[in-house]
Protein backbone atom coordinates (compact mmCIF):
# COMPACT_ATOMS: atom_id res chain seq x y z
CA UNK A 1 0.00 0.00 0.00
CA UNK A 2 1.29 3.59 -1.14
CA UNK A 3 1.16 6.55 1.24
CA UNK A 4 0.64 10.27 0.16
CA UNK A 5 2.47 13.29 1.91
CA UNK A 6 -0.94 14.46 2.66
CA UNK A 7 -1.08 11.00 5.10
CA UNK A 8 2.60 11.80 6.54
CA UNK A 9 1.17 15.30 7.56
CA UNK A 10 -1.37 14.57 9.26
CA UNK A 11 0.27 12.21 11.44
CA UNK A 12 2.57 14.57 12.23
CA UNK A 13 -0.92 17.18 12.79
CA UNK A 14 -1.89 13.98 15.31
CA UNK A 15 1.51 14.90 17.08
CA UNK A 16 1.27 18.66 17.01
CA UNK A 17 -2.02 18.80 18.53
CA UNK A 18 -1.38 16.23 21.09
CA UNK A 19 1.35 17.97 22.45
CA UNK A 20 -0.38 21.58 22.05
CA UNK A 21 -3.03 20.16 24.30
CA UNK A 22 -0.14 18.80 26.97
CA UNK A 23 1.49 22.40 27.07
CA UNK A 24 -2.32 24.01 27.40
CA UNK A 25 -2.52 21.87 30.64
CA UNK A 26 0.67 22.02 31.90
CA UNK A 27 0.15 25.88 32.09
CA UNK A 28 -3.11 26.01 32.73
CA UNK A 29 -4.99 22.24 33.77
CA UNK A 30 -7.37 22.64 31.47
CA UNK A 31 -7.78 21.17 27.88
CA UNK A 32 -9.65 20.54 25.57
CA UNK A 33 -12.23 18.03 25.68
CA UNK A 34 -12.50 17.25 21.91
CA UNK A 35 -8.78 17.12 21.11
CA UNK A 36 -8.17 14.67 24.42
CA UNK A 37 -10.88 12.29 23.06
CA UNK A 38 -9.01 12.47 19.29
CA UNK A 39 -5.53 11.87 20.77
CA UNK A 40 -6.89 9.41 23.42
CA UNK A 41 -8.85 7.06 20.40
CA UNK A 42 -5.95 7.09 18.38
CA UNK A 43 -4.39 4.89 21.13
CA UNK A 44 -6.67 2.63 21.20
CA UNK A 45 -6.59 2.27 17.14
CA UNK A 46 -3.29 0.53 17.37
CA UNK A 47 -4.24 -1.68 14.31
CA UNK A 48 -5.17 1.25 12.16
CA UNK A 49 -2.27 1.90 9.43
CA UNK A 50 -3.99 5.35 7.77
CA UNK A 51 -4.50 8.50 9.47
CA UNK A 52 -8.33 7.95 8.49
CA UNK A 53 -8.90 4.98 10.35
CA UNK A 54 -6.28 6.45 13.34
CA UNK A 55 -7.77 9.71 13.63
CA UNK A 56 -11.29 9.51 12.02
CA UNK A 57 -12.45 12.60 10.07
CA UNK A 58 -9.63 14.84 9.23
CA UNK A 59 -11.21 18.28 10.44
CA UNK A 60 -10.50 16.39 13.93
CA UNK A 61 -7.02 17.32 13.10
CA UNK A 62 -7.63 21.09 12.19
CA UNK A 63 -5.64 22.48 15.33
CA UNK A 64 -3.01 20.01 14.30
CA UNK A 65 -3.05 21.33 10.75
CA UNK A 66 -3.03 24.76 11.78
CA UNK A 67 0.08 24.52 13.97
CA UNK A 68 2.21 22.95 11.27
CA UNK A 69 0.97 26.03 9.09
CA UNK A 70 2.22 28.27 11.06
CA UNK A 71 5.76 26.42 11.50
CA UNK A 72 6.12 25.99 8.30
CA UNK A 73 6.07 29.95 8.08
CA UNK A 74 8.07 30.68 10.99
CA UNK A 75 4.89 31.78 12.81
CA UNK A 76 4.85 29.21 15.60
CA UNK A 77 4.11 31.16 18.53
CA UNK A 78 5.17 28.58 21.54
CA UNK A 79 8.79 27.21 20.46
CA UNK A 80 8.54 24.86 23.03
CA UNK A 81 6.45 22.62 20.62
CA UNK A 82 9.06 22.43 17.91
CA UNK A 83 11.44 20.95 20.44
CA UNK A 84 8.68 18.40 21.84
CA UNK A 85 7.75 17.41 18.79
CA UNK A 86 11.65 16.40 17.93
CA UNK A 87 12.04 14.58 21.41
CA UNK A 88 8.78 12.45 20.27
CA UNK A 89 10.24 11.62 17.35
CA UNK A 90 13.53 10.71 18.41
CA UNK A 91 11.80 8.67 21.60
CA UNK A 92 10.04 6.50 18.99
CA UNK A 93 13.14 5.54 17.52
CA UNK A 94 14.17 4.11 20.62
CA UNK A 95 10.75 2.68 21.80
CA UNK A 96 10.15 0.52 18.27
CA UNK A 97 13.54 -1.30 19.30
CA UNK A 98 12.30 -2.05 22.72
CA UNK A 99 10.06 -5.82 22.40
CA UNK A 100 9.27 -5.84 26.06
CA UNK A 101 8.12 -1.97 26.30
CA UNK A 102 6.00 -2.62 23.26
CA UNK A 103 4.29 -5.83 24.82
CA UNK A 104 4.19 -4.18 27.87
CA UNK A 105 2.54 -0.77 26.44
CA UNK A 106 0.27 -3.42 24.25
CA UNK A 107 -1.34 -5.41 27.42
CA UNK A 108 -1.86 -1.74 29.07
CA UNK A 109 -3.71 -0.67 25.81
CA UNK A 110 -5.72 -3.26 25.68
CA UNK A 111 -6.68 -2.97 29.58
CA UNK A 112 -7.40 0.42 29.08
CA UNK A 113 -9.66 -0.17 26.32
CA UNK A 114 -11.89 -2.47 28.08
CA UNK A 115 -12.40 0.36 31.20
CA UNK A 116 -13.33 2.84 28.59
CA UNK A 117 -15.81 0.49 27.38
CA UNK A 118 -17.09 -0.39 30.84
CA UNK A 119 -17.17 3.44 31.21
CA UNK A 120 -18.46 4.67 27.81
CA UNK A 121 -15.91 7.48 27.40
CA UNK A 122 -12.74 7.11 26.45
CA UNK A 123 -11.29 10.28 28.02
CA UNK A 124 -12.69 9.28 31.15
CA UNK A 125 -10.58 10.32 34.14
CA UNK A 126 -9.82 7.01 35.20
CA UNK A 127 -8.57 6.05 31.48
CA UNK A 128 -6.58 9.01 31.11
CA UNK A 129 -5.29 7.65 34.67
CA UNK A 130 -4.63 4.25 33.09
CA UNK A 131 -2.77 5.37 29.86
CA UNK A 132 -0.85 8.11 31.98
CA UNK A 133 0.44 5.76 34.55
CA UNK A 134 1.26 3.50 31.36
CA UNK A 135 3.20 5.59 29.94
CA UNK A 136 5.17 6.38 33.60
CA UNK A 137 6.07 2.74 33.81
CA UNK A 138 6.74 1.92 30.19
CA UNK A 139 7.72 4.60 27.76
CA UNK A 140 8.77 7.07 30.34
CA UNK A 141 11.94 4.97 30.96
CA UNK A 142 13.40 5.07 27.75
CA UNK A 143 15.49 8.11 26.18
CA UNK A 144 15.17 10.98 25.57
CA UNK A 145 12.77 11.68 28.11
CA UNK A 146 9.94 14.07 27.35
CA UNK A 147 10.42 16.82 29.52
CA UNK A 148 6.98 18.84 30.10
CA UNK A 149 7.58 22.53 32.00
CA UNK A 150 4.58 24.15 33.04
CA UNK A 151 2.58 25.73 35.87
CA UNK A 152 4.07 23.87 39.37
CA UNK A 153 0.49 24.28 40.62
CA UNK A 154 -0.81 22.11 37.94
CA UNK A 155 1.99 19.96 37.60
CA UNK A 156 1.95 18.50 41.28
CA UNK A 157 -2.17 17.45 40.16
CA UNK A 158 -2.38 13.80 40.00
CA UNK A 159 -5.03 14.62 37.28
CA UNK A 160 -3.28 16.84 35.15
CA UNK A 161 -0.47 14.56 35.47
CA UNK A 162 -1.86 11.55 34.41
CA UNK A 163 -3.96 13.58 31.14
CA UNK A 164 -0.32 14.81 30.67
CA UNK A 165 1.40 11.63 30.02
CA UNK A 166 -2.00 10.20 28.30
CA UNK A 167 -0.79 12.56 25.83
CA UNK A 168 2.49 11.65 25.36
CA UNK A 169 1.47 8.68 24.91
CA UNK A 170 -0.95 9.44 21.97
CA UNK A 171 1.98 11.27 20.84
CA UNK A 172 4.39 8.50 20.64
CA UNK A 173 1.70 6.82 18.40
CA UNK A 174 0.99 9.30 15.85
CA UNK A 175 5.03 9.16 15.29
CA UNK A 176 5.05 5.62 15.23
CA UNK A 177 2.20 6.05 11.93
CA UNK A 178 4.29 9.12 10.87
CA UNK A 179 7.35 6.40 10.44
CA UNK A 180 4.90 3.82 9.02
CA UNK A 181 3.60 6.15 6.44
CA UNK A 182 6.90 6.53 5.07
CA UNK A 183 8.35 9.66 7.08
CA UNK A 184 11.60 10.42 8.23
CA UNK A 185 13.78 13.70 8.96
CA UNK A 186 14.62 14.10 5.13
CA UNK A 187 10.77 15.45 5.16
CA UNK A 188 11.50 18.48 7.20
CA UNK A 189 14.89 18.89 4.31
CA UNK A 190 14.11 17.76 0.90
CA UNK A 191 10.38 17.69 1.62
CA UNK A 192 9.64 20.93 3.25
CA UNK A 193 7.62 22.49 0.32
CA UNK A 194 5.36 19.64 -0.35
CA UNK A 195 4.45 19.39 2.85
CA UNK A 196 3.90 23.18 2.94
CA UNK A 197 1.18 22.45 0.00
CA UNK A 198 -0.06 19.22 1.73
CA UNK A 199 -0.84 21.50 4.87
CA UNK A 200 -3.07 24.14 2.74
CA UNK A 201 -4.61 21.31 1.02
CA UNK A 202 -6.04 19.79 3.96
CA UNK A 203 -7.26 23.08 5.72
CA UNK A 204 -9.11 24.20 2.39
Same mark, same amino acid.
Given at each position: ???? @???????????????????????????????????????????????????? #??????????????????????? @??????????? +???????????????????????????????????????? +??? +??? #????????? $?? !???????????? $???????????????????????????????????? !??? @??????
Amino acid at each position: MSFT @VDDRVLALAGIAQALQQVRRIADTGHSDAAAVRTAVDSVFRVDASSPQAVFG #DPQALKAGLRLLHNYFRNQGQDP @VLPRLALAVLQ +LERRFVREAATIDKVSSGIERAQRQAGELGDSAHPDVLAS +LGG +LYA #DTISHLKPR $VM !VQGNPHYLGQAG $VVAEIRALLLAAVRAAVLWRQLGGSYWDFLIGRRAM !VEA @VDRLLA
